[in-house]
């Protein structure tokens, strides 16, 4: 009966630990996606930059460079955004990572306590049967004497 309760209790937690993992992957996902957007505005920046200096080279009007100027800006506050998502997104990796580590040590030690009382239980019967045995051996034994 108790072996059924720590069975039970050791499916529940093994499917919590899976879903945590699973929370844990959606997470790195969205940090991945996240950085992935964070690239692409800098490599926008950079590209947009050189733009710049390509026109500026061949001569730009000051209405055009301040256009220029203006849009880098607005480039730089959606890379200051992301930045901050990219960083809130770390911190929650991190956060699901250690919440779904903790669950799979817990998982862990119902398995490990499964596995101990399954061994003693095996040790109860083999203890069991050796008794029978040397009982047995011991009637043989007596009867062959008083043979």
């Known amino acids: 009966m108790a072996s059924d ?4 209790l050791y499916k529940l937690e093994s499917e919590k ?3 945590l993992k699973v929370n844990y992957v959606q997470a790195q996902q969205h940090l991945s ?20 200096h390509l026109k500026a ?4 009007q000051t209405s055009g460079f301040n256009q220029y100027q203006a849009f880098i800006k607005k480039i730089e506050e ?12 770390q911190q929650v990796v991190e956060q699901r990572k250690k919440i779904w580590l903790a669950q799979q040590v817990k998982a862990k030690a ?11 239980k095996q040790a109860r019967v083999n203890k069991a049967e050796q008794v029978m045995l040397d009982e047995f051996a ?4 007596m009867r062959r004497k008083a043979s």
């Open 78 to 89: 959606a890379i200051k955004q992301q930045a901050s998502t990219v960083m809130t997104a």
């Open 5 to 8: 309760k720590l069975a039970l």
């Open 33 to 52: 996606a996240n950085q992935q957007k964070l690239k692409g505005l800098n490599d926008f920046r950079l590209e947009y930059t050189q733009q710049l």
């Open 57 to 60: 080279q061949n001569g730009l």
């Open 138 to 141: 011991t009637n043989q034994f």
């Open 17 to 19: 630990e899976e879903n």
């Open 110 to 120: 119902i398995e490990m306590l499964m596995n101990k009382r399954a061994l003693e």
